[in-house]
């Protein structure tokens, strides 16, 4: 049997890297193209494959009731290598999947370097792929290098829309003070003590909505100034000039927790994270922000808990990059106007890293079938892989269309009368059985 000839995988993140896990465990060889650390970005730290530059958490892990925990669940059964490393590098997060960030990403680039048929290029692709490349996945995330972002607008004709996405603070576990602080997961939920909650009464609420106001911004550049900021993904500055209860209904809600100082539920709390496996570090939840270092510095230490805190990273913002996928993309996640091209992750326009992820194990098994031979079908649009992919390819609307967490209003109808108490539950029943056959069919092929 001839060799297959490789497949090229553009961009190391977290839908380039499982692209290209799951492209060498269908037995077919890829080269994985990665920029960094020859050429890095305004929000990367490291060279390494899969750094995760936001949050350390993938979110709810709750398959049963959460669209993006029954994501997880379908990735694991279908050989996620984001996922394995995920699970192995887990920190505690209540009912949310958190890693650490470092131990995940020299996971995830240690499987990919001991895979033989992996071949992995630290270089960077200026400009659109050789023409010679037959098959080629470009995952280059939000943050896609200038020369490739124009080529591909040039070659589609189509401008690359643009919002901003924020990144969170991590403060030094040691110098939180308990003396406020306590432990305690919302409603108690895993180990009922995995978020550090520093609460605030409604007179320092309302001086904290008052100093997040006043405070300095960074200054955008120019080509940023007239860029929309993902709804999802609000810097808290934004949230409190919308309105001064936003935050404490949005990532400062104290609903589910009690401050045992009072034995009451808290005017708004802030949450703190776990971001390491060490528990050294704690991220502040919901906390992304373009105020200036220090106006961050003076602003989160009047909150009660961090009078004293030490910042290990402040918050920040950066552009992030995606296609118009309804209209440039086919079913198969396939560039319309030259079909050797793929697209996978953040630069499709799913949100989330997950979701990211996602679509690079659905982008590497389609590429990998199709080199092999075999029928390149999609995951059903009943399963949240498919629901994703149905999403961003046919189901949005290409005039309004902006990025998208996975959730259960992208999954299609039931067709059978279900009380709607019991609608979520069937939903998720008949995306595992969808699955299944999904998963037999291709292991069939």
Not at 65 to 94: F, I, Q, W, Y
Not at 150 to 158: H, K, N, P, V
Not at 258 to 285: E, H, I, Y
Not at 383 to 403: E, R, Y
Request: glycine share 8%; net charge neutral.
């Amino acid at each position: 049997m001839t060799k297959a000839q490789s497949i090229h995988v553009v961009g190391g993140g977290l839908a380039g890297s499982e692209a290209a896990w799951q492209i060498a465990r269908a037995g077919v060889p890829v080269v994985l193209h990665e920029m960094r650390p020859h050429r890095s970005t305004e929000a990367h730290a490291t060279g390494h494959l899969a750094e995760l530059v936001c949050s350390n958490s993938f979110r709810s892990d709750e398959a049963d009731t959460n669209a993006v925990g029954l994501l997880h669940e379908e990735m694991r059964r279908a050989g996620s290598l984001v996922l394995a490393a995920a699970d192995r590098h887990r920190v505690p997060a209540g009912a949310a999947l958190a890693v650490d960030r470092v131990g995940f990403a020299e996971a995830v680039e240690q499987a990919l370097l001991a895979e033989p048929l992996v071949t992995l290029a630290r270089e960077e692709i200026a400009g659109l792929p050789p023409a010679d490349w037959d098959s080629v996945i470009v995952a280059t995330g939000p943050l896609t290098s200038p020369s490739l972002s124009q080529a591909i607008r040039a070659l589609t004709g189509e401008d690359a829309l643009a919002f901003f996405d924020a990144i969170a603070p991590i403060v030094h576990a040691e110098m939180i003070d308990h003396a406020f602080a306590w432990k305690q997961s919302r409603w108690d939920k895993g180990d009922g003590a995995d978020y550090i909650n520093c609460p605030l009464d409604r007179a320092q609420y309302e001086a904290f909505v008052d100093a997040i106001l006043a405070a300095e911004a960074a200054d955008f550049r120019p080509w940023e100034k007239d860029m929309p900021y993902f709804e999802g993904c609000l810097p808290i500055e934004v949230m409190a000039a919308r309105g001064r209860d936003t935050l404490r209904f949005g990532p400062m809600k104290p609903i589910g927790l009690t401050d045992p100082r009072t034995g009451r539920r808290p005017w708004a709390v802030v949450q703190l994270r776990q971001d390491n496996a060490l528990g050294t570090l704690f991220n502040m939840v919901g906390f992304q922000t373009k105020m200036k270092h220090g106006e961050q510095a003076r602003v989160f230490r009047t909150i009660p808990g961090l009078g004293e805190a030490q910042f290990a990273r402040l918050g920040g913002i950066h552009r992030n990059t995606f296609l118009n996928s309804p209209r440039l993309l086919d079913s198969r996640l396939r560039l319309r106007v030259r079909p050797t091209l793929r697209f996978a992750g953040q630069i499709t326009g799913v949100e989330g890293y997950v979701e990211s992820a996602a679509m690079g194990l659905v982008a590497g098994r389609l590429a990998a079938a199709e080199r092999l031979g075999r029928a390149a079908e999609t995951p059903p649009p009943s399963t949240a892989l498919g629901a994703l992919v149905a999403h961003i390819t046919q189901g949005a609307d290409a005039a309004s269309f902006q990025p998208m967490n996975v959730n259960f209003g992208l999954f299609p109808p039931l067709g059978a009368m279900v009380p709607k108490a019991q609608r979520r539950a069937a939903m998720v029943a008949r995306a595992r059985a969808d699955l299944s056959r999904w998963l037999g069919d291709r292991a069939a092929a």
